[in-house]
C-alpha cells in the first residue's frame, strides 16, 4: 500500500511541475507572437 501511496505522490508532483512547465512556456509563446504582430505594424508604418 505504501508503494502505491508513493506513485501517487510522484504523479501529483509531476502533474503539478507539467502544468506550471506548461504555463509559463505558453506565456513566452504569447508573448512572442504578441511582439512579433507589433513588429508587423511597424513594418506596416514604415513602408507607408
Known sequence: MADAN???IAGA???LGGLL???RRRK???RA?????AGA???VAAND
Not at 507572437?33 to 504582430?37: G, L, T, V
Open 28 to 30: 513566452k509563446k504569447r
Open 21 to 23: 512547465f506548461w504555463r
Open 6 to 8: 508513493k506513485g501517487l
Open 13 to 15: 508532483i509531476a502533474a
Open 33 to 37: 507572437a504578441e511582439e512579433a504582430e
Open 41 to 43: 505594424d511597424e513594418e
